[in-house]
């Protein structure tokens, strides 16, 4: 496994950027008290994306939230959001931005839509209309004139996409998002995701502990733990036939044999691998029968995000 | 400016949408209607004046109604998690805390102005309004009516620093009951602070604030009732503390990390 320093540019991610980054972290680092929760974070959430932030549970990836919504200042380093400053230009910066952070609490003694109220009316560009349609949208309207204090957790959970989605931010940040939503919710949000990146260019970043999740929904992630950036990584490359690729040849007993034909590959858990790319695979394929070594599969060795995710962070993880 | 207004709107509103705060205004208007009844039962005639005197003894309710309203403006915010998503809006937090202080301040007029009326309209209907005001009570050289209005004032003033002070607990301590809790100690114990450092034999004890509060010693005695002191020097020390509490409110509030 290629482990990625933080300084170091990020193979393969660079080269698809088109356009500024939306979110730039410099060198962010954390203290309170007498530990450190990051470590001089530095990364490129490139535009248009759904961008993970995977971690273990304590490894920093709500304080990095917090410090991307203004809610804790970095000890040193900034945030740069679309060009500005989280610490000089709070309020420039953060109007491009919507979020969730953590579970999203509202008022419970008003209703959902007096809720949204509440945010329509600490902006100029949200109109009656627009809540109306991102009620909609959220599927809340049957019961958005109903107090929150009534609503079930995944209810709330739509409310809280709703008010991070209502000015139309060019970066939503969803901390944990499918927290409390059901199957059909999950799935919903993240249709709803993809399309926003689509439809209007938005810029997603989501934090997530669920492997599974960000494997479906995310176009990069990054890995952090124990307060440092560990690896970033696109998901959903195309399929590029020159490719190298670990692939394992099922040829049964004679294992060794295979292994002194080829001279190259190893012997992995008593299957052999070979690192090749498309052409190899037949080629290695031919020379096996020849040899008159039968094949009686072959099949790429895919490691799941999971797999890297647990090798990376050495199974457990929390710190 | 306009926008600020939306900021102060959103704070009343959390203010009155809850039913604590219409049962507070519901308590106060009985007592500003009932105690008239009562006093008119019980005494003769006593004049709309000196019943409306009479009904300065409960004006510490509109005081602790607005300490626990402005206790919780901030407090409540942190232990719902509310905070964070307020403090994600293009406002910086100065402007966001500051149009809670302006609501909880309109909040305080209002109970004042719900108190007062509805204490007068009653007074004047059971006691009818004299047309030439009572004539002047006892060795003050003010008229009932004059006496009125000036302790109204100065409870008023009483009440900022005490709101004020609630204010800033609620901003330091992010807890609710802590601090109606400690407004509300301090509100009962100050006559306590000032019998330790009697201000009448160490001058220090003059800039206490309990010293200060309470402006109507001055109509009964233009020293006060320690002696050695007035109404422009009880001021100055109310404008200073009252400068440090909010000063105080506003830098925590700016400062702190937001980790609810």
Redesign the interface.
Known sequence: MEIISDKMPVPGSKSKITGEPVVRFDNVVKQ?GRKTIIEGLTLDVPPGQVFGFLGPNGSGKTTTI?MM?????PSSGDIVIDGRSITQD???A??Q?G????????????SGY?NLK??A????DVTKERIDEVVQFTGLDRRIHDKVSTYSLGMRQRLGVA?AILHRPKLLILDEPTNGLDPQGIRELRDYLRELTRKEGTTVFVSSHLLSEMELMCDTVAIIQAGKLIDVRELHGEADIHATLETIFDVGERIEEALTLLGGGEIRNGQLVVRTNREGIAEINTRFIQAGIPVYGIRPLTRTLEDQFLEMTGGGGIV | MFDFLGLVHNESIKIYARIRTWIMLGVLGLVALLMPVLFSFVGEDMGMWNSLNTLLQFWFLPTVFAVAVAADTVAGEFSRGTIKLLLIRPWSRIKILLSKYVAVLLFMIALYVMLTVLGMVMSALLFGTPADPDGLSGQLTLSLSEFFWWSLLYRLIDCLIYVTMAFMFSSIFRSNSLSVALTIILLFMGSLITLLVDPSKYAIGRYLLFANMDLSQYIVSSTGSYGGMSLGFSLAVLAVYYVVFLALTFWVFKKRDVAA
């Open positions: 309170i917090r919504t203004g809610l804790m200042a709070f309020e420039q953060i109007s931005v979020a969730i952070v953590e579970n999203p609490e509202m008022y419970s003694y008003l007096r509440q945010y009316r600490m902006r100029s008010q």
